[in-house]
């Protein structure tokens, strides 16, 4: 299985900061890494795919970069709605494996 | 527009079977691989795995023996049974669509069921 380690686990953060999440594979996964926003109580959302495709409708403060083994989440400035969880999933091979999550806190 | 949603007890006892059944709206299971994918409570994601709309399956290893998938396209429905299930089993449980697309990007979640709570007691 590829192991996907995200970093940190947790992070504070204030309106209008910029923040970058990491997301590293155990092995090579090419660009197949997807990033999701996940607020409590509801299902993950996909924000970015093939490592740098922003979604429609996703706003663009959101970007992701990265190759290989790894990749980034960044959010230029944040805004209220942002301070949840954010999870890395490689879409390289099965099974597919998603990161730990990244908290985002004020 | 794509809507999936989850059905099924919200209470298992354990040695028993889960089973649930997402229905999708608004789209065609065509083409699309059709996916489960559950969270323990405060935890993360775990892939269980998905059947493709003739009925392939790709399942994760580490809960093959337990799982069964399959699709019932003429309902826009598929399904999920896990037997022998333990109080580890209790989880939030997703549905939901994966997109593959040949070359870089693969696989990845578009849409998704808004979770189902399955508790099994211990």
């Known amino acids: 299985d590829i192991q996907m380690t995200q970093s940190p686990s947790s992070l504070s953060a204030s309106v209008g900061d910029r923040v970058t999440i990491t997301c590293r594979a155990s092995?090579?996964?090419?660009?197949?890494l997807s990033w999701y926003q996940q607020t409590p109580g509801k299902a993950p959302k996909l924000l970015i795919s093939?490592?740098?495709n922003l979604q429609s409708g996703v706003p663009s403060r959101f970007s992701g970069g990265g190759s290989g083994t790894d990749f980034t989440l960044t959010i230029s400035s944040l805004q209220p709605e942002d301070f949840t969880t954010y999870y890395c999933?490689?879409?390289?091979?099965?099974?597919?494996?998603f990161g730990g999550g990244t908290k985002v806190e004020i | 527009q794509v809507q999936l949603q989850e059905s099924g007890p919200g209470l298992v006892q354990p040695s028993e079977t889960l089973s649930l059944t997402c229905s999708l709206s608004?789209?065609?299971?065509?083409?699309?691989?059709w996916s489960w994918i559950r969270q323990p409570p405060g935890k993360g994601l775990e892939w269980i795995g998905y059947?493709?709309?003739?009925?392939?399956?790709s399942i994760n290893p580490s809960l093959k023996s337990r799982v069964t998938l399959s699709v019932d396209t003429s309902k826009n429905q598929f399904s999920l049974r896990l037997n022998s299930v333990t109080a580890a089993d209790t989880a939030v449980y997703y549905c939901?669509?994966?997109?593959?697309?040949?070359?870089?990007?693969?696989?990845?979640?578009?849409?998704w069921g808004q979770g189902t709570l399955v508790t099994v007691p211990s």
């Open positions: 939901a669509r994966a997109e593959y697309i040949l070359g870089e990007t693969r696989y990845f979640f578009d849409f």
């Open positions: 608004g789209g065609s299971m065509r083409s699309y691989y």
């Open positions: 059947v493709y709309h003739n009925g392939a399956t």
């Open positions: 092995q090579t996964i090419s660009r197949s």
């Open positions: 093939g490592a740098s």
């Open positions: 999933q490689q879409g390289y091979n099965t099974p597919l494996t």
